[in-house]
């Protein structure tokens, strides 16, 4: 079994910064491909960004120069740094990432339970 735990949400007035961080932990042969996504109320869920295992980065286009994601394969975590954070950032924030099982050698998404992000002033 693997688990994603995310930490670093809360609140912050517009103009702000925060860093999440999202840790892989249970039985864990390899991790590929790791992402952020996001879902505001009454919104569907929206990609947020993507890491390959190699540290190329990809973003949706609201948060292009705003958000940087990074990581760290020796700790299986995965970052997201939020800068200039705007009232329509405010959503719950999921991680997400393909895990090769230690035990079943199977490759696998899971997701992270969520974090509350709220910009508000």
């Known amino acids: 079994q693997v688990q994603l735990m995310e930490s670093g949400g809360g609140s912050v007035q517009p103009g702000g910064s925060l860093r999440l961080s999202c840790a892989a932990s249970?039985?864990?042969?390899?991790?590929?491909?790791m992402a952020w996504y996001r879902q505001a109320p009454g919104k569907e869920r929206e990609l947020v960004g993507t890491i390959s295992r190699w540290g190329s980065t990809n973003y949706g286009d609201s948060v292009k120069g705003r958000f940087t994601m990074s990581r760290d394969n020796a700790k299986n975590t995965v970052y997201l740094q939020m800068n200039s954070l705007k009232p329509e950032d405010t959503a719950v924030y999921y991680c997400?990432?393909?895990?090769?099982?230690?035990?079943?050698?199977?490759?696998?998404?899971?997701w992270g339970q969520g974090t509350q992000i709220t910009v508000s002033s």
């Open positions: 249970g039985s864990i042969s390899s991790i590929g491909s």
């Open positions: 997400n990432a393909w895990v090769l099982s230690g035990t079943t050698s199977a490759g696998y998404h899971y």
